[in-house]
């Protein structure tokens, strides 16, 4: 079965959590407009109704449409800010559920996770220490958040601290007996960018949504 016309994607660097020079490039060198963005992509993500949360209950649930559907709304807003390692797990939820299978939607969940928190992660150091971002962001505008009590995570997950730089907490399905270990191997064979795809332009009608409802759907998180 091919993939899906809904999994469209950009290209982004991912050598790093965040292609920001991509996303200022999609927004026509806004930077006001990318730091506002960030700042309520990162504030919001973890909070009850935001789409991961959504992904979240809809895993606890094994409502797997859903489960997809709030992957797409997530997709989204991760081009917006040009979270590219959070932009594919998406897809690949989107085109696992195209073909029909379960396990491999399920499956990367626990990426998802981490990579969400990596985002988050990354970001706040990056507006806290970076000079040009303290032009645009205020340092109280950034909240801290404390992953292992704000994360919401479905019956039998934990996070566990991995000490590793791409991945600084795994999501263990230690309700079934998975270990640091076991996620670590699992990680090691998980695929990271989709091959074999034709990617958006940067101009495409992936970001043609406007940004205000970005922003509104942010703030309502």
Known sequence: ??????????????????DIEYAIKSMKGNKTLFYSLLVKFISGIFKAKSPLDNITVAFEDQNWKKYKEAAHQLKGQCAYIGAGH??????????????DCIRDMAMRYNRLIENAIQV???ATDMILQNPEAAQYVKKNQVVQ??????????????????????????CLNVGKGQTIEKRLND?????IKPENVEFMPLNSTILGGTYSQFRKSSAAK
């Open 120 to 122: 988050v992660e990354y």
């Open 86 to 99: 959070l932009h594919y797990d998406c897809f690949f939820i989107q085109d696992a559920f195209n073909k």
């Open 1 to 18: 079965m091919s993939r899906a016309k809904d999994s469209k994607i950009l290209n982004f660097n991912i050598d790093t959590p965040l």
């Open 145 to 170: 958040i404390d992953f292992q009590n704000d994360v919401k995570l479905p019956t039998g997950f934990e996070l566990r601290k991995s000490g590793r730089s791409d991945a600084p907490y795994f």
């Open 187 to 191: 990680r090691l064979g998980e695929e």
